[in-house]
C-alpha cells in the first residue's frame, strides 16, 4: 500500500485571508479580460459549442471552353432549352461601384434586366450618399436594363439597439416588390446576390439554356479579399439562383440543399480607396464588430491590405481547431490573374488595385 502523503503539509486551515486576496484581484483582471475579448474568446473555443450548418449537396460543374451547350447540359443531368431563359439581376447597392462595372459588363449579354436598389441610409442607420444615383453616368453601357429604386431608410439615434439586420430584411421585402415591377415572369432566372459575389458568365449562360436544374440552387464562389491577389481558402454558397415563381422572396440564406461548384467570384472590400474601407467598415450590418476608433485609422487599413491580415482583428468562424489555425494566418498571395472577369482583364489598367501587385490604395 502506498504511503499516504504527509498532512502535515496540507496547512489544516486554509489561510483564508490569502484566498481572498487572490481572488479579489483575480476576479476583476479576468473579467475586465473576458469582456473585453469576449467575441474572441467564444470564437477560439467554436469548435467545442458550434456545428457547421447542414451540409450542402455539391453538384459537379462542367465547363470548357467551346464545348457545346446541348454537351454541357447533358453532362449536368440536364436537358438543353429551345430558347433561352430571360435573366434577372436583383443587388442591394452599396458602395462597390468598380465590382458593379465589372459585374453588369460581365453579364450584360445574358441580362434582361439589372435591378439595383439602394437606401439613403446605411443598415447601422447612418445616413448615406446614393452612391448609384450619382455614378449613373458611369453604367451608361447598361442604361436600358437598368430599373433602380431608392429605399427610404431611417436614421438610427446613437445608442439605439435597433438589430441592422431587421433595416436588411426590410430592404428585402422591398426588393422582392421591385423584381415583380421589373416585369419578370414565372419561369424567368433571377440572381439574387450581393454586389460582390458575381456568377461567372458561363455559369449563367448553363443555368439559362439548361432545364431540369433545382428550382433553387446556391452558386460556390470563390472567395477573395481586398483583390484577386488574395484568394481566401474556402468558397462562399450565399448566393443563388431562382426559377421565378410567384412564390419567389428575395433573400441571400440558406434556400436550398443544393449548391454548383466553382460558379463565380466573391471579393469582399474590394475597393478602391482608403475611404471606401472606412465607410463600408462603418456601414456594414457587422458593425458592431468595429470596436476601436484606431480601426478606422488609414494608415492601418493599408498595411493590413498588403499583408492580406484581417481588418476587423477577429478570429474567423472555423468549426475546427485546424480550421482556427489555418485562418488565422494572412492570405498568401497569388500571382495568378487567370480565370478571372474578362472586363477585369481587359481594363487591367483601370482596375490594379484588384490585381497581383497592386495592394496600395489612394486614400482619396
Ligand atoms: C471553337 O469552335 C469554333 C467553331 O466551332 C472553331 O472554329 C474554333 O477553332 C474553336 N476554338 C477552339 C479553341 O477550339
Ligand atoms: C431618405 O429618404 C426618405 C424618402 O425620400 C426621406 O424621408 C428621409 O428623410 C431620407 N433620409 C435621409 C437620411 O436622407
Not at 428550382?215 to 488574395?230: I, P, W
Not at 433573400?251 to 471579393?267: E, N
Not at 468595429?290 to 476587423?312: A, M, S, T
Request: with cysteine; proline share 8%.
Amino acid at each position: 500500500m502506498a504511503p499516504r502523503p504527509s498532512s502535515r503539509l496540507i496547512p489544516r486551515r486554509a489561510p483564508n485571508k490569502f484566498i481572498f486576496l487572490i481572488v479579489l484581484i483575480l476576479l476583476p483582471i479576468s473579467m475586465i479580460g473576458l469582456f473585453t475579448h469576449y467575441q474572441k474568446i467564444t470564437y477560439f473555443f467554436r469548435p467545442l459549442w458550434d456545428k457547421p450548418p447542414p451540409s450542402l449537396t455539391r453538384l459537379p460543374h462542367y465547363y470548357a471552353e467551346n464545348v457545346s451547350m446541348e454537351h454541357l447540359c447533358s453532362l449536368h443531368g440536364w436537358s438543353i432549352l429551345p430558347k433561352p431563359r430571360r435573366v434577372f439581376d436583383a443587388i442591394i447597392f452599396n458602395n462597390e461601384l468598380d465590382l458593379l462595372e465589372i459585374r453588369w459588363h460581365e453579364l450584360e449579354p445574358y441580362v434582361t434586366k439589372f435591378i439595383i436598389l439602394e437606401s439613403n441610409t446605411t443598415f447601422t442607420g447612418i445616413a448615406k450618399p446614393l452612391f448609384f444615383s450619382l455614378n449613373r453616368n458611369q453604367f451608361s453601357f447598361a442604361e436600358g436594363k437598368i430599373v433602380h429604386d431608392v429605399f427610404p431608410g431611417h436614421i438610427r439615434p446613437p445608442g439605439s439597439s435597433k438589430d441592422p439586420f431587421e433595416l436588411e430584411a426590410r430592404q428585402r421585402g422591398a426588393m422582392t416588390s421591385l423584381i415583380k415591377r421589373a416585369g419578370i415572369s414565372d419561369g424567368d432566372l433571377i440572381i439574387m446576390a450581393d454586389t460582390d459575389e458575381i456568377p461567372s458568365p458561363h455559369t449563367v449562360r448553363l443555368l439559362q439554356w439548361c432545364d431540369g436544374m433545382p428550382s433553387v440552387l446556391h452558386l460556390d464562389v470563390k472567395h477573395y479579399m481586398y483583390s484577386f491577389e488574395f484568394p481566401v481558402d474556402y468558397w462562399n454558397w450565399k448566393p443563388a439562383v431562382h426559377i421565378y415563381a410567384p412564390s419567389t422572396r428575395y433573400r441571400h440564406s440558406r434556400q436550398s440543399d443544393f449548391v454548383l461548384s466553382d460558379a463565380g467570384w466573391h471579393c469582399s472590400f474590394c475597393l478602391r480607396h482608403l475611404k471606401d474601407f472606412v465607410f463600408k467598415m462603418t456601414a456594414y450590418s457587422h458593425a458592431d464588430r468595429v470596436k476601436r476608433r484606431e480601426f478606422l485609422d488609414c494608415g492601418r487599413i493599408q498595411n493590413i491590405i498588403c499583408r492580406g491580415d484581417d481588418l476587423y482583428d477577429m478570429l474567423p468562424e472555423a468549426y475546427t481547431f485546424r480550421e482556427l489555425i489555418k485562418f488565422m494566418s494572412p492570405i498568401p498571395r497569388s500571382a495568378s490573374a487567370v480565370h478571372l472577369p474578362a472586363y477585369l482583364i481587359e481594363n487591367a489598367d483601370k482596375f490594379k488595385f484588384l490585381l497581383p501587385g497592386g495592394c496600395l490604395r489612394d486614400p482619396e
